[in-house]
């Protein structure tokens, strides 16, 4: 079976075809592509090494033996300033430098020591050597200061400071001194600094010695690089020119081959739905086939998305499979739109239902004898209700104000008490009820609205500032919706508004009825008063004059007495 697939492939091959002749310019670049990548790894790899070889060994030599340098020199620097002032200081850092810096480059070195060339290799033991005499060397003038020079120097000063000190002993102090300072300038001289000459020459041939290297293999990396870009830029050239010329073969096949796709795309992206285009008889033929179950596609969801247009949600659509994203998506689109509309349905029944109870309460006269008749018939019938019952509070207790029931008026007489029944319990509890399972005898025993069995009892509170204005209660064959019970609970919120507004209207009244009686009242006492005091000043007036005649007359006789 492989073999006859193979024999088949071999018969269909042919550069007339898109894909073979692709097929050779993947071959082409790739046979090109790896040579060149074949001699840029050679390259870079040889490159590499040299450039390691620079980092890991010419640099960090050069800066070792810099290092050993610029070490011994403090050496020599120190041992002089102990020579020179006598402080032990410097002989301590003599040995502290000799100790962190000298001896520790060295210890470097001789870990780049197998990386050098044989004759750095000599060096590299020729200088260890030396330093190691450097050292002893450099103790050996130490001893000599510390057993010689510095006793005379001390008595010198002693002299120097003292007013009783010989003469001809300082002079002979000074003189022994000079001959001391001599004999150790000699030895500097002799062994110090030839032993100092010699290792600074040999570490100076190391460090020339790598510098040459490190010269040597930077020309080098820059002959490899430009041998790299000249090869980078004769494969680039060669590149070009073959796929120029085969990118030439190829588009001008592939411009005739694609045109017919192209052109049902550009009218399919300009919004235009074409007719079918022809089928090919090249690989391009499977596109042409999709284009056109794109355009069935596109046509059968541009009458879809018409339908919706119009309202006709029950239009039917076919989505392609699963990842039909615009297949889906208009469906979504219809099942939200519905779901839309209805709610809009729904937000508008319940407007207009407020709006029509709003023109019912500023039309009927408040409290007339028809008011709560008229309110409770027209939510019965607005929500679709078979019974209804409006109880308001009176006394602390709530009254039967209106009932209807059956597309009619029922004149009843009832009185409910706080926490009697469901009604009664809604007023204490200021909450709604709304019951799906209603028993057989709930309207006869508890409601009072008939005996008709409902499927669905609502009774809701009229609640306005945390206080109970009363209760409206509503019976239906069929159950409540959600937007039916909203509708009830901002009915019952205008209704609880109204009802206290017409309370407070009447007890004002009968306030203002009786701050009338009262005031006729007091007017009455006052006309009374004001009588009863004319009187009471007649009789005083007349009292006094009584009196005036009473004592008249005492004084008459008091004076027919004398």
């Known amino acids: 079976m492989s073999i006859f697939k193979l024999n088949q492939h071999i018969r269909d091959f042919s550069l007339k075809k898109i894909i073979p002749k692709i097929g050779v310019m993947i071959v082409l670049f790739l046979t090109i592509l790896t040579g060149y990548t074949i001699g840029i790894y050679i390259q870079n790899k040889k490159s590499l090494e040299v450039v390691n070889r620079i980092e890991d060994v010419r640099i960090p030599v050069r800066a070792i033996v810099n290092e050993i340098l610029i070490g011994t020199s403090k050496l020599a620097a120190n041992q002089r300033g102990y020579f020179m002032s006598g402080d032990i200081k410097y002989k301590g850092e003599r040995l502290e430098i000799w100790e962190k810096e000298v001896a520790f480059q060295v210890k470097r070195l001789l870990e780049f020591q197998k990386d050098l060339s044989a004759t750095d290799q000599e060096n590299v033991n020729v200088v260890i050597v030396k330093l190691n005499q450097y050292k002893v060397v450099q103790d050996e003038l130490e001893q000599f200061y510390d057993e010689n020079i510095a006793p005379v120097q001390n008595r010198i000063q002693l002299a120097q400071a003292s007013d009783t000190a010989s003469k001809d002993a300082l002079l ?21 600094r030839k032993l100092r000459q010699d290792y600074q020459k040999i570490l100076q041939t190391i460090k020339d010695t790598q510098e040459k290297d490190l010269h040597v293999e930077t020309e080098q990396i820059n002959t490899e690089i430009m041998v790299t870009n000249s090869v980078m830029i004769s494969a680039l050239i060669i590149a070009t020119i073959v796929w120029a010329g085969l990118g030439y073969l190829v588009s001008r096949s592939l411009k005739k081959s694609i045109q017919k796709p192209v052109d049902m795309l550009t009218k399919l992206q300009a919004g235009e739905l074409p007719d079918d285009v022809q089928p090919s008889e090249d690989e391009l033929n499977a596109i042409i086939a999709a284009g056109n179950k794109v355009i069935h596609n596109m046509k059968s969801a541009s009458l879809f998305a018409k339908n919706i247009g119009e309202g006709n949600f029950d239009h039917t659509f076919h989505v392609s ?5 615009l297949g889906n998506s208009l469906i979504q689109m219809r099942d939200k739109l519905q779901q839309v509309t209805l709610e809009d349905k729904k937000r508008n029944w319940i407007t207009h239902g407020l709006a029509e109870l709003g023109d019912i309460l500023r039309k009927t006269e408040h409290m007339s004898g028809d008011f709560y008749a008229t309110i409770v018939s027209f939510i019965v019938k607005y929500v679709n209700a078979n019974q209804g019952g409006l109880f308001v509070t009176q006394n602390n207790q709530l009254e039967l ?16 008490q706080p926490g009697e029944g469901l009604v009664g319990q809604a007023y204490l509890e200021k909450e709604f009820i709304f019951l799906k399972e209603v028993p057989v005898e709930y309207l006869r025993v508890t409601s009072g609205l008939g005996d008709a069995p409902p499927r669905c009892i609502l009774i809701c509170p009229l609640v306005l500032k945390d206080q109970v204005y009363g209760i409206l209660e509503l019976a239906s064959f069929t ?23 017409e309370q407070i209207n009447q007890q004002t009244a009968r306030l203002l009825l009786a701050s009338q009686q009262q005031a006729e009242e007091l007017r009455a006492q006052e006309e009374e008063m004001r009588q009863n005091m004319e009187e009471l000043a007649a009789t005083q007036e007349e009292m006094f004059r009584k009196e005036q005649e009473y004592l008249n007359r005492i004084r008459e006789l008091e004076e027919k007495t004398v």
């Not at 499979?321 to 994203?325: F, K, L, R, S």
């Not at 104000?401 to 409910?416: D, G, P, Q």
């Not at 019952?492 to 009802?499: G, I």
């Open 172 to 192: 002979a102090d000074l003189l022994q001194k000079a001959k001391l300072d001599h004999e150790l300038h000699e030895l500097i001289y002799n062994k110090s």
């Open 321 to 325: 499979g699963e990842n039909d994203v």
């Open 401 to 416: 104000m209106a009932c209807y029931a059956f597309n009619r008026r029922k004149y009843l007489t009832k009185t409910v």
């Open 479 to 501: 159950v409540f919706g959600e937007h039916q019970i909203e509708l009830v609970k901002k009915l019952c919120e205008q209704l609880a508004s109204v009802v206290s507004t």
